[in-house]
């Protein structure tokens, strides 16, 4: 939790997130740590990250490992700018990378080619939660 007040957040944002996901107060600051360093190798700056975790706090909770497996899924369906598809859908962060790969596998029966399963993600990816 420290690294959360160490990181730059506000008693106030850190309540909130608390309020909105009590497994925070579980999750050792190693594993924060992790998730704050998987974001900045895809180019998370500070203020992405920020915006991520106050909007999606269940993000903070899930193992640092399944969210690299899903960033590693992404990358390799050729999804760039990951950076700012967390920012701009924080949410993304909470499917799986065997989530992912149905989506990817069912839109392909669909008839979508690789382009279209990328934009469908980017774009429409609500529907998949």
Aim: with cysteine.
């Amino acid at each position: 939790m420290d690294v959360l007040i160490r990181y730059g957040f506000s008693m106030e944002e850190i309540k909130n997130m608390m309020e909105n996901n009590s497994e925070i107060e579980n999750v050792p600051d190693k594993n924060i740590y992790e998730i704050i360093d998987i974001l900045g190798s895809i180019g998370c700056l500070n203020n992405h990250i920020k915006n991520i975790f106050c909007s999606n706090p269940y993000c903070i909770s899930r193992n640092p490992k399944d969210i690299q497996k899903l960033i590693d899924k992404m990358t390799d369906m050729g999804l760039t700018h990951l950076d700012l598809v967390f920012d701009s859908n924080p949410y993304l962060l909470n499917i799986t990378s065997k989530e992912l790969e149905r989506v990817q596998k069912n839109k392909k029966k669909e008839g979508f080619n690789a382009l279209e399963i990328n934009n469908y993600i980017y774009y429409e990816s609500a529907e998949i939660f």
